[in-house]
């Protein structure tokens, strides 16, 4: 008879190492075996791929400028999911977020300084993304209603939102493209290349901006919040077992509001990056899946910060790297590279642990019989 | 694996039956069944012989193996030894459909039908036999018939099961064992759920199934019943068959005795002599009742109290409310109606108060489950030592944890009462059930409380540690805490308890001084059989 291995404990080691690695090995293998198929060299492929996320500044700029968007909404994933919901309504989230920021910026770019400027910009990305988590969560709570089917939901009702809104209200007066006008120069975010040019440092101009420090005081915040505060745990205990929250006085109603908000407000940092950083004003679809990759890269990061920069940059390159390769290699089209992140995501998420009970039983195998503790 | 059929039909006549066949006389015969659980001897050597067209009782206290047994019957678990013997022959039964192809149904104390099925569907599940649902319906339509009639089991056949009273929900899983040509039924605890004039309708249908040749197994700890409808009773106690008696030639307090055992030389701890008259209330409990979510009467009418520097024992057996007693008094469940005042705070369904709040009030609960309430399995051992205290002021500065104390206290809290290995950082579930249990307990009476809701504290713990954990027990009550203590343990509650109240289907049916309890009498009272003539109630 076959034994239940999802109970037996690995070593970190294996379990946030060795499994991750394994699957994005299979993922590659038989993205190998379609470029093949199509008369590709995988080896060559993957050799432009590398170069084209890392090979020239202008290209780790890019490649860190997605990662840092991957770092925001894989962080509002694992925050949902320690207090088990599944949220994936980071997209709209993140959509409703630029909304906070433009309303910030188009009422008081021109009064304020960049000293204000900068944190009202990120506090309305926050707040506004909390509060859009907060409906889904205020339902789940008190309604019973399943919080991934709202958060679902709720992403069709911001796409709308923003498209009336950015149509008929936002948009700057006298131009067809729906967007608004640019903000005040001293409402953006530097660039990395303009910073490290403060230093004397020369640097290719890229979307790459300061948000990335951000977001790796994000991935510190989030750390130190789940594993290190007292609501942390009580998120944490209400997500492992409601009857013992329950028992210890927490109520997990109050802890899926907060942890929703909390979810909501990482998923809305991605305007800081896109508008405050980037764009510089509200535009349509400036999240372009990045809320729902971020569901990728924290089940590949295994809901962890250190995890999740991981992932984030795996993906990082697969975005900068992949359109490379579709501008190099005229054979592997866009669409191409999307099935190869598909297979990744495929893999290292709803595949995750499907080699797991192989690495366990190898891991028995070599493991001294008496530390085995029983059930 | 032998062919059943083969063995059926040649039942009576078989030329040269082989040498380890049995008595073909006997339904079932079980050699030397053994089987453990780790550490956890759950069935011993057991012997067991039903003759076939007989009704027989199996008993035993909760833990007593009734349920392992009937399990590798089925086919759930193997056992480690023994033999089984249907109709006379070996059989190997490696799941249920072994079971079933072997001619046993069981009706499980939680029925398995779906719900969103109607009783045709249900009866038919797994049974279909053809790819067109249509053909093997009417069949299947006109066999439910006839069995309904021939053993005077009416079911509504296209109903929705979920809108059957559980009675005929019952009546359903029983069609189900026949329509696969159940020969054999047995029954685990099937009056539990049912209101005794349901009760009364299924002993008419086993009567009815015996006198077709059915035999009929039927495991209870409720006594009465064994005495009104089995033909033979055995008793388990601690994995062992203690005794196979003859019903009629056996008695209720017979039984009881060899349930619970002799009575053996426990500990006693009782107090000398009685409390002052002045001593103050811990726990007053004043018509208290809680209806569940799905309507269920869970708590009826409860008034007691317990008073400082006493302990009060909670026996039953389990499932009668006694959980539920324990949620509320903590507040982790509100009560529907009546109220009760816990170390002088008042609390009813208007003026709720939370497990916080008891805390706070130095009401301390030490779960029954622990696995699930008293602590969180993939949480460290120093994590758990915190659970519902990780507001506490000494673990937090400015909203941080302060880890280093937490594993700090967590670590005087295993050395304190020797939890094995006494390591912080070591996950929650790898601890044994009694390092957990001693770690739980631990943490509560840290805080010095003055009233103690304790669920079970010995169970699955090793002699040793039951001592120790009786001792702190003793201890918090000379320091003048009022104690309520749950257990399904008689020994346990009688050498602690100082009054004891029993508690059948969520009301108190009896009330006892813990000095005086025997447990013969006891087992009677939780079983709601004492008020028979057979021996007088004390209370």
Redesign the interface.
């Known amino acids: 008879m076959s034994i239940n291995t999802s109970s037996i404990p690995l070593p970190a080691w294996l379990e946030i190492g060795l499994i991750p690695v394994l699957n994005i090995v299979m993922a590659l293998f038989f993205s190998g075996l379609i470029m093949l198929a199509i008369g590709v060299n995988p080896i060559e492929a993957v050799g432009i791929m590398i170069n084209g996320a890392f090979g020239y500044d202008e290209a780790i700029g890019y490649t860190l400028y997605y990662t840092t968007n991957f770092i925001f909404t894989g962080l509002a994933v694992a925050v949902a999911f320690h207090a088990n919901l599944f949220n994936i309504g980071g997209e709209g989230q993140a959509y409703i977020g630029g909304l906070g920021v433009g309303l910030v910026f188009l009422l008081l770019d021109k009064y304020l300084p960049m000293i204000l400027l900068i944190p009202l910009g990120i506090m309305a990305a926050g707040l506004f993304g909390a509060a859009w988590a907060y409906i889904p969560a205020w339902l789940q709570a008190h309604r019973g209603s399943h919080i991934v089917i709202t958060t679902i939901m709720f992403n069709f009702i911001a796409s709308s939102i923003m498209v009336y809104l950015l149509v008929n209200v936002l948009i700057k007066p006298g131009q067809m493209s729906p967007e608004t006008r640019q903000f005040d120069e001293s409402s953006w975010l530097p660039f990395m290349h303009e910073v490290l040019g403060w230093f004397g440092m020369e640097v290719t101009r890229s979307p790459l901006n300061l948000s990335l420090v951000f977001a790796l005081l994000c991935c510190v915040f989030v750390w130190v919040y789940i594993w290190r505060t007292r609501w942390g745990y009580e998120l944490r205990t209400s997500g492992q077992s409601e009857a013992a929250a329950r028992y210890a006085g927490i109520k997990p109603k109050t802890v899926i509001i907060t942890a929703m908000c909390v979810s909501g407000a990482l998923a809305g940092f991605v305007a800081v990056n896109e508008i405050m950083g980037v764009h510089h004003r509200l535009l349509l679809n400036f999240t372009a899946g990045y809320g729902f990759t971020g569901i990728a890269v924290s089940l590949m990061g295994r809901n962890h910060p250190v995890g999740i920069i991981m992932a984030s940059l795996l993906f990082g390159v697969l975005y900068q790297g992949g359109a490379e390769l579709a501008f190099e290699i005229p054979k592997i089209t866009r669409e191409m590279v999307v099935a190869i992140q598909g297979l990744i995501i495929l893999f290292s998420g709803a595949l995750a642990l499907m080699l797991r009970p192989w690495v366990v039983q190898g891991y028995l195998k070599f493991k001294p019989v008496d530390e085995v503790v029983p059930a | 694996m032998v062919d059943i059929n083969d063995a059926d039909a040649g039942g009576g006549t078989s030329v040269n039956p082989p040498a380890q066949s049995g008595d073909d006389s006997l339904a079932i015969e079980l050699r030397g069944i053994s089987k453990r659980f ?1 550490a956890v001897r759950a069935n011993q050597n057991i012997d067991l012989k039903v003759a076939r067209g007989t009704i027989h009782g199996i008993v035993g206290e909760n833990g007593a193996g009734k349920s392992t047994l009937m399990s590798i019957l089925y086919g759930f678990y193997q056992a480690d030894s023994g033999e089984v013997l249907i109709n006379g022959k070996p059989v190997a039964i490696h799941d249920s459909s072994d079971a079933i192809a072997a001619g046993i149904g069981m009706v499980h104390q939680h029925f398995m039908l779906v719900d969103t099925f109607s009783v045709l569907e249900n009866v038919m599940l797994g049974a279909e036999g053809n790819a067109l649902l249509s053909h093997s319906a009417s069949a299947a339509r006109k066999e439910l018939q006839r069995l309904a009639d021939e053993y005077q089991l009416s079911v509504h056949v296209d109903s929705l099961v979920s809108d059957l009273p559980v009675g005929e929900q019952q009546r359903t899983e029983i069609l189900k064992a026949l329509y696969r040509h159940a020969e054999i039924l047995i029954l685990d605890e099937p009056t539990g759920v049912l209101t005794p004039q349901e009760a009364d309708q299924l002993f008419v249908v086993l009567n009815a199934l015996k006198e077709r040749g059915v035999t009929v197994i039927l495991i209870t700890h409720k006594l009465r019943e064994i005495m009104d409808v089995t033909d033979t009773v055995s008793v388990l106690r601690m994995g062992e068959m203690v005794s196979h008696l003859n019903t009629r030639d056996t008695s209720m307090s017979e039984l009881a005795e060899l349930m619970v055992g002799r009575k053996l030389e426990s500990r006693n701890y009782h107090r000398d002599g009685p409390l002052p008259p002045a001593t103050g209330e811990g726990i007053e409990v004043v018509n208290l009742g809680v209806i569940d979510k799905s309507g269920k009467q869970r708590l009826k009418n409860l008034s007691f109290e317990v008073k400082r520097g006493e302990i009060v024992g909670v026996a039953g057996v389990a499932g009668n409310g006694q959980s539920m007693l324990l949620e509320v008094l ?3 469940s509100l009560p529907t109606t009546g109220h009760f005042v816990i170390n002088g705070q008042k609390a009813s369904a208007d003026e709720p108060v ?6 706070e009030l130095k009401v301390q ?1 030490v ?1 029954e ?1 622990r696995l ?8 460290t051992a120093a ?1 758990s030592s ?3 205290y ?2 506490a002021r000494r ?2 500065l400015r ?3 302060k ?1 280093k104390t937490i594993r700090a206290t967590c670590r005087r809290l295993m050395e304190g009462l020797d939890v094995r290995p006494a390591d912080p950082n070591l ?1 929650s ?2 601890f ?1 059930g009694g390092n957990q249990q001693k770690l739980i307990l631990a943490r509560e009476l840290e805080r010095e409380p003055e009233v103690l809701l304790v669920g079970q504290p010995t169970r699955g713990v090793d002699i040793g540690a039951i001592e120790l954990i009786h001792e702190k027990i003793i201890e918090m009550r000379d320091k003048g805490c009022a104690i309520l203590l749950v257990s399904v343990e008689l020994d346990e509650i009688m050498s602690l308890a100082d009054r004891i109240i029993v508690m059948y289907e969520g009301q108190i049916v009896a009330e006892v001084n813990g000095r005086d309890a025997n447990k013969t009498q006891l087992g009677l009272m939780m079983a709601n059989a004492h008020q028979e003539p057979v021996q007088d109630s004390v209370a």
């Open positions: 780790g903590s507040g982790i939370s497990p916080s709040r008891m805390r609960h779960p489950d699930k309430l008293g602590l969180v399995k993939s949480f994590e915190v659970l519902g990780q507001r673990f937090n909203g941080l944890l880890l996950k579930a790898s044994s």
